[in-house]
């Protein structure tokens, strides 16, 4: 994966041709495009494969320097570079927008669809907070549905989010308004946040389905849950700032 995203992409695009055919490109360039599209499958195997591995073969004590365990340690010093990365994208973009250099256009995204997204990502949240509680009071059915109904939510999300990029893409052009180059690079990142935290939701979800999750083994599901929430509160400032400003 790391060799095809340096070498190679999803498209045939330079800045100075623009976008072109994959026939026009080079042996090397297709080569790394080829593995960067085989590199996901075989991630996404490894991952699942990982996650449905039971951690002992035999019940030990487990040993924490903390009260927390360790997924809820390792998300929380995630998140906090996560809010350092959307907190300079924001405020980058909130400065041009300030001094007037990133003037919205006249056609912009429609509040309303914004406003839909809104709703199905916040209700999202507190399903996989009800899935995360069921889980670990013992209600395994419950949770599992729970987290089973928080995917189909993110996917529906997704849905609006890449109707709402086609439609906005074919009325404007980002290459020449600088508002726009902001909205599909922040609202863009948002997105794929969204998808690795449909990933993140699947883990546990399978875990959950394994009959790895239980009572007292919760596998990825705080990580997870604590991801999805992130993305969720930095949807809510996204609306704020391109939709509602």
């Given at each position: ?36 599209y085989l590199s996901f499958p ?204």
């Open positions: 994966m790391g060799y095809g995203l340096s070498f190679g992409w999803f498209t045939n695009y330079s800045p100075a041709v623009g976008l072109r055919p994959f026939s026009e490109a080079s042996p090397g360039f297709l080569f790394a495009t080829v593995l960067l075989v991630f996404l195997w490894g991952l699942f494969k990982w996650a449905g591995t039971r951690e002992y073969a035999v019940p030990v004590e487990h040993h924490h320097l903390t009260k927390y365990d360790n997924g809820f340690m390792g998300m929380s010093w995630f998140i906090l570079s996560e809010i350092g990365l959307f907190a300079v994208l924001i405020a980058g973009y909130v400065y041009l927008r300030v001094i007037g250099a990133a003037e919205p256009p006249a056609l912009r995204p429609q509040l309303w669809l914004a406003s839909l997204n809104t709703l199905i990502l916040v209700s999202s949240s507190g399903v996989i907070h009800k899935a995360e509680q069921d889980m670990h009071h013992g209600r395994v059915t419950w949770g599992r549905l729970g987290l089973f109904i928080t995917l189909l939510l993110g996917a529906l999300f997704m849905i609006f989010q890449v109707y709402e990029f086609a439609l906005f893409g074919v009325e404007s052009d980002w290459k020449q308004n600088l508002w726009q180059a902001c909205f599909f690079i922040i609202v863009g990142l948002h997105g794929l946040h969204i998808l690795i935290g449909g990933v993140g939701v699947a883990l546990p979800y399978y875990q959950a389905v394994t009959g790895k999750i239980d009572k007292h083994n919760h596998g990825s599901l705080t990580a997870a849950s604590m991801y999805w929430h992130l993305v969720d509160v930095v949807w809510l400032l996204i609306v704020a700032i391109f939709y509602a400003w």
